[in-house]
């Protein structure tokens, strides 16, 4: 298929499952209850997260929940409910989609605040809804996008639902054969991607770029920097060019649902595939996640 607007579009589909959460209720994915008048919907005035469901339980759902509420705070937009509250109306869109292994996105959508807006009952909707997990393959393929990011912007480094420019970067990168792009900031370093953070590894030092690049605190990111210790191996932040990525040893991305993977190429150069820090680190990550999922397997209602 071809959108005549633009270059050809290559999606990787993601089909959502039956049913969805809206504010306190679980609906059929068909009901209509959302309105053009919601100025979150027209505007893209609210926050999101995109969650692991593992076995039932959402992994790290607190640091998920704490960043929507932080860079809710920044755009003035209302959280409708309370990190238990939220836990548990999203555990109860787990359960009506027999969702106990996937990927679940919420969404936090803003109401009024404008001429447009029409007269609402609540000042923000909570929205989620569930999908499959999707097979990543065995590494990526990236693109470099000047000025991708603006670090000293009041707002950089937030996970919002004006995110048009990201799906446009990505659409035209996957027309030229590239799977995602790394976003360069105005001082010319690296930043993140469109939808993962990124690290390099040089020797026995892993590093990621500080958040005063302008990137967003991923939840992967943040767990790897936090908890994570892997033996032979330092992990920490530093100012990274693409000079340094095109240099070291090995470059992989993280996100939710990612986890930890390789980097093949940047603009067509091929990347050293040592990967010891990788396969150092990866399997520190997975302990972790089990370690919380058995600890939070008492929050997940009984089937």
Partial sequence: MRNEAGPPLRYNKTVIHRHVLHN???????EKVLAPGQVGLLAGWGVFSTLRVIDGVLFAFERHWARMTKDAALFHVPMPATVEEGRRLLLELVEANHAYNATMRVVVVRNDGSVWADP?????????????LKAWGTGVKLAYVPQGRHAASMFAGTKILSWAM???WVE?????????????????EVSECTSANIFIA????????????????????DVLLDEIRAQGFEI????????????ADEVFITSTTRELLPVLEIEGKVM????????ALQPEFSKYVERYVAEHKAAVPAR
């Fill in 24 to 30: 306190d209720k679980v609906r059929d994915s068909s």
């Fill in 120 to 132: 609402v009952e609540r000042r923000s909707d909570l929205i989620a809804m569930t999908s499959d």
């Fill in 166 to 168: 990201n799906l446009t």
């Fill in 172 to 188: 035209e990168a996957q027309a030229k054969g590239f799977d995602e792009v790394i976003l360069l900031n105005e001082r010319g």
């Fill in 202 to 221: 040089s020797g026995n030092q892993v590093w990621t770029p500080p958040l005063s690049s302008g990137c967003l605190p991923g939840v992967t990111r």
């Fill in 236 to 247: 920490g932040e530093q100012v990274l060019t693409p000079q340094d990525l095109e240099r």
């Fill in 272 to 279: 050293k595939r040592d990967d010891r820090a990788r396969r």
